[in-house]
């Protein structure tokens, strides 16, 4: 049982990147799924969300209007199509599901220790 990011690489102001989020071993379909992301020195920040029960979608203000998520219930995965990247933006993204948590509560939830799975992170770079 596990999730798995990747993804993640190396580019340009204005460039464009898909993170995916891999589930294997539990149905990502019944989970509400986050992206998180850390920078060097800074605290982790919660970055989107979808809705497992739904489907809706949340976005933090930095990314919103640039950052889309998505999920393929077919192949067990949750995107995030990230556009109009900026330097800001360069962090180690984590994907997490949980079962139980909505998305306006799953900052809460894994600042909590509470989510039930997190991936291991891919590294996004945006160069100036």
């Known amino acids: 049982v596990q999730l798995q990011a990747s993804g993640g690489g190396l580019v340009q102001t204005g460039g464009s990147l898909r993170l995916s989020c891999a589930a294997s071993?539990?149905?990502?379909?019944?989970?509400?799924v986050g992206w998180f992301r850390q920078a060097p020195g800074k605290e982790r920040d919660w970055v989107s969300c979808?809705?497992?029960?739904?489907?809706?979608?949340y976005y933090g203000e930095s990314v919103k209007g640039r950052f889309t998520i998505s999920r393929d219930n077919a192949k067990n995965t949750v995107y995030l199509e990230m556009g109009s990247l900026k330097p800001e933006d360069t962090a180690v993204y984590y994907c997490?599901?949980?079962?139980?948590?909505?998305?306006?509560?799953?900052?809460?939830?894994?600042?909590?220790?509470?989510?039930?799975?997190w991936g291991q992170g891919t590294q996004v770079t945006v160069s100036s």
């Open positions: 979808i809705s497992g029960a739904d489907g809706s979608t």
């Open positions: 997490a599901a949980d079962s139980r948590a909505v998305c306006p509560y799953l900052s809460y939830y894994a600042g909590a220790g509470r989510l039930d799975y």
């Open positions: 071993g539990f149905t990502l379909g019944a989970h509400s």
